[in-house]
């Protein structure tokens, strides 16, 4: 069946370190985002790609990156400068240019920094 | 930018009865998608219901359905019958329907509503 794997579902960070946080799909999508959700804070977008090669910044990038070599593969770092990483971290999925469709959503990652 | 508005952080429902979510959204653009979107204590995010903005009928799924107010950008949603399953987090979500450049694809999401239901 087609969908989104997060991996992994718990990690954990000491203060300093990187860690890169993996999002593959099987759908055949273009598009594909991270979010960040924090309690009462709904989910804010960190980073988009619409195709391989390309991304944008979202509303709350400072502290990760990104990457896009394949249209399956979307993994987020999170770097040292980050300064509050820990949170609940959300990758979806979208046809490009179908608006009506909505996201598929993976089943996150909990990131905690120890 | 478009913003979302979810009034209710938290509300509560007697099972088998009606509950209303509320939301309402900001925007210039006059054709647009909006959807609410479950997510239960798994935080696996499910697509409960969509609605297009340029179609006047409200949406329905079973259960579930909108009363989409256009002029008053208000898009709530009505649970009938409520069960225990449908406990979770509910968010209302906003997307562009026009392809007007960066950022036109992304979903802009209120802070959520925590829905109880109590047996």
């Known amino acids: 069946d087609g969908g989104i794997t997060q991996s992994p579902k718990y990690l954990f960070r000491k203060e300093g370190q990187n860690v890169t946080l993996s999002c593959e799909q099987n759908l055949n999508h273009d598009a594909m985002y991270w979010y960040r959700q924090d309690p009462g804070q709904g989910l804010r977008l960190i980073y988009y790609?619409?195709?391989?090669?390309?991304?944008q910044k979202g509303d709350i990038a400072e502290g990760y990156s990104v990457s896009r070599e394949k249209k399956e593969s979307f993994p987020l770092t999170v770097t040292s400068a980050q300064k509050n990483p820990t949170a609940f971290y959300l990758c979806?999925?979208?046809?490009?240019?179908?608006?009506?469709?909505?996201?598929?959503f993976g089943s996150g990652t909990r990131l905690t920094v120890v | 930018a478009q913003t979302v508005t979810q009034s209710q952080p938290e509300m509560s429902v007697q099972e088998a009865e009606t509950v209303t979510l509320s939301c309402t959204y900001d925007t210039s653009e006059s054709d647009y998608y909006l959807f609410w979107y479950k997510q239960p204590p798994s935080r696996q995010m499910i697509l409960v219901i969509r609605?297009?903005?340029?179609?006047?009928q409200n949406a329905t799924e079973n259960r579930f359905s909108v009363n989409f107010q256009k002029a008053a950008k208000s898009f709530s949603l009505k649970i009938s019958d409520s069960q225990l399953g449908d406990a979770a987090m509910y968010f209302c979500a906003y997307r562009s329907a026009g392809d007007s450049g960066a950022g036109s694809y992304q979903l802009t999401f209120g802070k959520g509503t925590k829905l109880s239901v109590i047996p």
């Open positions: 979806a999925s979208s046809i490009r240019g179908n608006h009506n469709y909505g996201y598929t």
């Open positions: 790609s619409q195709i391989v090669n390309d991304f």
């Open positions: 609605q297009e903005a340029y179609k006047q």
